[in-house]
């Protein structure tokens, strides 16, 4: 019989490595995933899918950083400016504006319908393609 070869490798050595693998590698995806946020941002915000006359909705869409342990970016948007006093917005708006809603008047509700205005939804996908385009080219 012919003898095999074996290569043997530490646990330490294969985990250090793996760790410095790591280490770059998530440096590299976190740059990529702010891009993207950065991509959805500013989408949503250059949408002209809903009239905003406050402006509140488009400045109330931002990006911040990701408090899980995965990490990661996170975009919202609340309807809701950052004001104070009177220029302060009354609530958040961003999901009935997205999805559409009953037309309420006067605290009763109407037999009418807004129609949906999807913002983030599309700004999203599109983010995915960036996202898919960018992926690609790393991997030349």
């Known amino acids: 019989m012919?003898?095999?070869k074996t290569a043997s490798v530490?646990?330490?050595?294969w985990d250090a490595g793996?760790?410095?693998?790591?280490?770059?590698?998530?440096e590299v995806i976190d740059a990529l995933l702010s891009d993207v946020a950065d991509v959805i941002r500013d989408d949503a915000k250059a949408t002209?899918?809903?009239?905003?006359?406050?402006?509140?909705?488009?400045?109330?869409?931002?990006?911040?950083?990701?408090?899980?342990?995965?990490?990661g970016y996170i975009v919202k948007a609340t309807?809701?400016?950052r004001g104070t006093g009177a220029?302060?917005?009354?609530?958040?708006?961003?999901?009935?504006?997205?999805?559409?809603?009953?037309?309420?008047?006067w605290g009763?509700?109407?037999?009418?319908?807004v129609?949906?205005?999807?913002?983030m939804r599309p700004a999203v996908e599109r983010g995915r393609l960036y996202a898919t385009k960018r992926i690609n080219e790393l991997r030349k």
């Open 2 to 4: 012919a003898s095999m």
């Open 10 to 13: 530490s646990l330490v050595d």
């Open 18 to 26: 793996i760790a410095a693998q790591l280490a770059q590698n998530t």
């Open 48 to 71: 002209s899918a809903f009239i905003d006359r406050t402006h509140n909705l488009r400045k109330s869409i931002g990006k911040r950083r990701s408090k899980f342990i995965n990490g």
């Open 79 to 81: 309807g809701r400016n």
């Open 87 to 105: 220029t302060r917005a009354r609530g958040f708006h961003a999901f009935l504006v997205e999805f559409g809603h009953v037309k309420v008047l």
């Open 108 to 113: 009763k509700r109407t037999s009418e319908h």
């Open 115 to 119: 129609p949906p205005h999807p913002f």
